[in-house]
Every structure is written in structure tokens, then in C-alpha cells.
């Protein structure tokens, strides 16, 4: 399959855990890809910190406490950006999603400083 120039697309974000939640210790797996031309260069952020860079899995070999929240696959080349994200929970903290918890984590985590950039989650 052949590119035009242009930007990023069909970005997606993905793990090997189901329903996003994860048991302590348990490896996972969040891989990372969009299509485009020039090729994107994807890369994984954890709650806004660089995690991975042009790599397209990022693997958590102990998946604790720490690991939980919100990972973003940004992707971008010449002509532009694009990102999606996916949050993870440790197995037995799904009460972390209701709308009260999640409203305070936007409050504290409301935008993310990337290459100069200030992006709004």
C-alpha cells in the first residue's frame, strides 16, 4: 500500500490486557501505530512523561500501582500530529473511573507540555 504525502492517520492505541485492567505483576504490553508519509514517528507518553520513542510496543514487565493511568500514542511527521490515548487500571481499582475521581484527575493532570507545545487533555 502506497502513502500520499499527509498526515498521520488511523493512529491507535492498544494493550494485551482486557477491559484496561491489569493484576499486580502481571506484564503488559501497549503497542502503538498510525500510517502516513513521510512514516510517522510514534511516541508513548504515561501521564505526560515520555515513555517510549519511535518504538511501536512499550512493555511493563511488573505492572504495579504506579503504572495505572492514562498513556497517549502520538504520532506525527512533516505534515502533522496526531494522538489517541487509553487509560489503564490495576485489576480490583475500577472504582478509580467514576465521575468524581475522574473530574479531580483532569483537574490535577489538565494539560501536558510536549516539544513546546501545550496540549489539553
Known amino acids: ?3 500520499s504525502s499527509g498526515i498521520p492517520t488511523n493512529t491507535a492505541i492498544r494493550s494485551n490486557v482486557s477491559s484496561n485492567a491489569a493484576s499486580l505483576g502481571e506484564a503488559v504490553a501497549i503497542w ?4 502516513g508519509y513521510p ?4 511516541q508513548i507518553y504515561h501521564e505526560c512523561a ?3 520513542i519511535n518504538e511501536s ?7 504495579t500501582v504506579a503504572d495505572q493511568g492514562e498513556y497517549t500514542c502520538n504520532c506525527s511527521n512533516a505534515a502533522a500530529a496526531e494522538e489517541v490515548n487509553i ?3 490495576l485489576h480490583g481499582e475500577l472504582w478509580r ?7 479531580v484527575a483532569r483537574i490535577v493532570h489538565s494539560a501536558c507540555i ?3 507545545t501545550l496540549v489539553n487533555l
Open 32 to 35: 502503538c501505530s498510525s500510517h
Open 97 to 103: 473511573r467514576t465521575s468524581l475521581n475522574n473530574s
Open 39 to 42: 512514516k510517522p514517528i510514534c
Open 87 to 89: 487509560t489503564l487500571y
Open 57 to 63: 510496543v512499550y512493555v511493563i514487565r511488573n505492572f
Open 50 to 52: 515520555l515513555v517510549n
Open 114 to 116: 510536549r516539544d513546546k
Open 1 to 3: 500500500m502506497i502513502f
